[in-house]
């Protein structure tokens, strides 16, 4: 079965600081994905990743993925307050559409 | 437009009724999803819809019944309902082929409040 590791659950950072989330997988799967929920709303997508190596850039954040580390992580450069939510990876089945969910990372920063 | 739309957005009821919950996609895909988040934010995938064909149905009580009259919807009927119930519950729906990146996109959710 497959699960889905991050890490770390709760992050509080200053604004202007760089951190990185990591997400953990234990099976081998073709395709990984971040989304983005802010408290009381649905999930955005942020990410989709599909191969080893790929990396992905959107403003202030950067996803990478590791097949065979079975790592990605989710890097966050010079934080602004916008970027305050829970970040969700989730792993795809593989030869299938389900998508197994990490446990989330809540993401605050401050001032 | 909405890609993906729920109704009702709230629903709070008591022990022992039966209520549903309403999705709808206009974004074409092909497979649709039913999603339960928990208080502690954790999300689980219920049931999944391919065509109006059930292709993921996870350890779910059986008081819950997913319906899908056709592939732009996808309901979620639920009996006897408990207070374990409450919950988020999100659809989703997704283009499937062995092509595409199955990406799915998320409806606003109902948050489901049993008494």
């Known amino acids: 079965e497959l699960k889905v590791e991050q890490n770390p659950l709760f992050l509080s950072m200053q604004e202007g600081k760089n951190y990185t989330i990591y997400c953990n997988y234990s099976t081998t799967s073709d395709r990984l994905y971040w989304y983005r929920q802010d408290p009381g709303k649905s999930l955005e997508s942020l990410f989709v990743l599909l191969s080893n190596g790929a990396v992905k850039q959107e403003g202030r954040l950067m996803a990478s993925l590791d097949t065979k580390a079975r790592l990605s992580t989710l890097h966050i450069t010079a934080a602004v307050h916008d970027l305050s939510a829970t970040y969700f990876c989730a792993v795809g089945n593989f030869g299938n559409e389900k998508l197994t969910f990490g446990t989330g990372t809540r993401l605050t920063i401050i001032p | 437009d909405t890609a993906v739309s729920q109704t009702p957005k709230y629903l709070v009821t008591q022990m022992g009724n039966d209520k549903s919950i309403k999705c709808e996609q206009n974004?074409?895909?092909?497979?649709m999803y039913w999603y339960k988040q928990d208080s502690k934010k954790f999300l689980k995938i219920m049931f999944s819809?391919?065509?109006?064909?059930?292709?993921i149905n996870e350890t779910v009580p059986n008081r819950f019944s997913p319906k899908s009259p056709d592939k732009a919807h996808l309901n979620l009927h639920i009996n006897s309902l408990e207070l374990g119930d409450s919950a988020v519950y999100f659809c989703?729906?997704?283009?499937?082929?062995?092509?595409?990146?199955?990406?799915?996109?998320f409806g606003p959710g109902t948050r489901l409040t049993v008494t």
């Open positions: 974004l074409g895909h092909d497979t």
């Open positions: 989703a729906s997704s283009q499937g082929s062995p092509w595409a990146s199955y990406e799915q996109y």
């Open positions: 819809y391919n065509n109006k064909e059930l292709i």
